[in-house]
């Protein structure tokens, strides 16, 4: 059975870093991402890596501030949020791909975790 629990959530301030990670087990995958979910919006692509060639890709919301990684041995995922802005208070939710090639698309990723909410305050 695949799961994906997140960790690592909570409120900072403006200009703060908080690092979020995912546990995935059951199964490797071809990609990892992150995606958020704000109030009243869409869930949107955060950032993506791929497992064999590390090759990683962000929204441009988020370029220069947040780093995706990842652990093989471990099978785990880690987003690294620095310079936080009250823009980035969302539902952050870890993904899992199980083929294909590495996407930005929702509807391409297989497994999800619970989410955990992260608040910005200005």
């Known amino acids: 059975q695949v799961q994906l629990v997140e960790s690592g959530g909570g409120l900072v301030q403006a200009g703060d870093s908080l690092r979020l990670s995912c546990a995935a087990s059951?199964?490797?995958?071809?990609?990892m991402g992150w995606f958020r979910q704000a109030p009243g919006k869409e869930r949107e692509f955060v950032a993506t890596?791929?497992?064999?060639?590390?090759?990683?890709y962000y929204a441009d919301s988020v370029k220069g501030r947040f780093t995706i990684s990842k652990d093989n041995a471990k099978n785990t995922m880690s987003l690294q949020m620095n310079s936080l802005k009250p823009e980035d208070t969302a539902v952050y939710y870890c993904?899992?791909?199980?083929?294909?090639?590495?996407?930005?698309?929702?509807?391409?990723?297989?497994?999800w975790g619970q989410g955990t909410q992260v608040t910005v305050s200005s």
């Open positions: 993904a899992a791909q199980l083929y294909g090639i590495t996407t930005k698309h929702v509807g391409a990723y297989d497994y």
């Open positions: 059951g199964r490797t995958f071809s990609s």
């Open positions: 890596i791929s497992w064999s060639v590390s090759r990683t």
